[in-house]
């Protein structure tokens, strides 16, 4: 069965510091990957996908993620932390080329803090 | 503009008194489905419906009733609810079959509080 690992519950940074969210999956064969976005009173956002080719992919508000297949990771980064990043932080993966019912599996989620 | 909608958005109810949340898409999503979300819990699905009248268990559907009588409408129904159940519900949808990619719609959610 598939899993996704975030390690980091909760991160705190200084706005305008670097950011870098980690993603770990378990799984035979490289699935879809994906990072979402819950703001505080709303639902998840897709940031990015990854589905297949350049590893390094540009989303949302200024996010990017990397996959690196070695490590069974797909890392999330952000050069420079805006105070509207605070947020909860969704990694999820789906199975790639599957047909019929695509389990999506999401990641505990990261908690990110951002002070002054 | 393509979205998810749930209605209410907040709800404090008591235990035992039937309720429905809503769920509605406009994208013409064959697969809908529930999550609940807790604290340190993340997002654990509920329900979740590949077509009309095709609906199966999530990881965590004791306590919840679903139907798909319209590709549009995902209604969940809490029959007799109770205090473990309060949580944030959250609707999604997306595309089904070989080509799609799995990437998820929300709604904005709706918080309950059982009573």
């Known amino acids: 069965a598939q899993s996704v690992t975030q390690p980091d519950i909760h991160i705190t940074v200084s706005e305008g510091a670097s950011l870098e969210l980690r993603c770990n999956y378990s799984?035979?064969?490289?699935?879809?990957l994906f990072w979402y976005v819950q703001s505080p009173g709303q639902g998840l956002q897709l940031l990015l996908k990854y589905f297949s080719g350049d590893t390094l992919v540009q989303g949302i508000k200024g996010f990017e993620a990397e996959f690196k297949r070695s490590q069974s990771s797909f890392n999330l980064r952000k050069p420079s932390v805006h105070w509207s990043d605070a947020a909860e932080y969704f990694c999820?993966?789906?199975?790639?080329?599957?047909?019929?019912?695509?389990?999506?599996?999401f990641g505990i989620g990261t908690k990110l803090q951002v002070i002054p | 503009e393509a979205q998810v909608t749930q209605n209410p958005r907040y709800l404090i109810t008591v235990t035992g008194k039937k309720l429905t949340v809503t769920c509605s898409q406009n994208m013409n999503h064959e697969y809908m489905s529930w999550y609940r979300q807790d604290p340190g819990l993340g997002l654990r699905q509920i329900y979740y419906s590949m077509n009309v009248e095709v609906t199966d268990k999530g990881d965590v559907p004791e306590g919840y009733k679903v139907s798909r009588k319209e590709k549009r409408n995902f209604p969940l129904i809490l029959e007799s609810p109770s205090p473990n159940q309060t949580s944030l519900y959250f609707c999604?949808?997306?595309?089904?079959?070989?080509?799609?990619?799995?990437?998820?719609?929300f709604g904005e959610g709706s918080r309950l509080t059982v009573l």
């Open positions: 999820a993966t789906v199975p790639p080329n599957s047909g019929g019912y695509q389990k999506v599996t």
């Open positions: 799984y035979g064969a490289t699935p879809y």
């Open positions: 999604a949808s997306r595309t089904w079959g070989l080509t799609s990619t799995g990437e998820l719609f």
